[in-house]
């Protein structure tokens, strides 16, 4: 069984500073998923990470996959009130038809 | 374009009654995965339907079932209800083996 776990699990920051957020397994993933989700809502797939090293920016958000592909890490850049939300990193999917899910990381941007 | 879309959007129930929940796929999907989420975790799969069939379950009991209709809508059951099924349900589609795509689930709570 996969595990995914995160960290930190609870991050309050003021509107301006930049962040950090992890996501570790023992296990080798095929790919690695973030999402976000917000109160109320299902989660939204904010990227898809496949190549050891791989580096994706989206707007202030920077993901780097592992060289060995077990871990993968989320970089804001001068977050904002908008990034609040439950920050989740899920792998599988695809030909693997569930995705598991690490418990997330909980940020809150203070203005 | 509508999203997937759930029903009801809350529910309270009391311990030993059943629950069904519904699930309307995005257009043009025909994969739909249901996954619960406990306050404060990461979702957890339950299972998945295609061509009206479960292709894959999770580590979850008997007493939860579903449906995949014609129209690939589905529905998720539980029997017996426990407190513990306190949690938000959320319901996702797929078109074969691309990005999955989350309704903004129902919250069930049990008294």
């Known amino acids: 069984t996969q595990l995914l776990e995160q960290s930190p699990q609870f991050l309050s920051i003021q509107e301006g500073e930049n962040l950090t957020v992890y996501c570790n397994s023992s296990s080798v993933f095929s790919s690695l998923q973030w999402y976000r989700q917000e109160p109320g809502e299902g989660p939204v797939l904010l990227v898809t990470v496949v190549t050891g090293g791989e580096v994706k920016k989206l707007k202030r958000l920077t993901f780097q996959f592992g060289d060995a592909r077990k871990d993968s890490s989320l970089h804001i850049t001068a977050a904002q009130p908008g990034d609040t939300g439950l920050y989740l990193c899920a792998a599988g999917g695809g030909s693997n038809y569930k995705l598991t899910f690490g418990k997330g990381t909980l940020l809150t941007v203070n203005p | 374009d509508a999203g997937v879309t759930q029903s009801p959007t809350h529910l309270i129930k009391t311990r030993g009654q059943q629950v069904t929940l519904r699930c309307s796929p995005k257009?043009?999907?025909?994969?739909v995965s249901w996954y619960q989420q406990a306050l404060g975790q990461g979702p957890q799969f339950i299972f998945q339907?295609?061509?009206?069939?479960?292709?894959q379950r999770g580590n979850f009991p008997d007493r939860f079932s579903g449906h995949q209709f014609p129209n690939y809508s589905s529905e998720l059951n539980v029997n017996a209800l426990l407190l513990g099924d306190s949690a938000l349900y959320l319901c996702?589609?797929?078109?074969?083996?691309?990005?999955?795509?989350f309704g903004p689930g129902t919250r069930l709570t049990v008294l």
């Open positions: 257009s043009g999907h025909d994969t």
């Open positions: 996702a589609s797929k078109l074969r083996y691309n990005e999955q795509f």
């Open positions: 339907y295609y061509e009206e069939e479960e292709r």
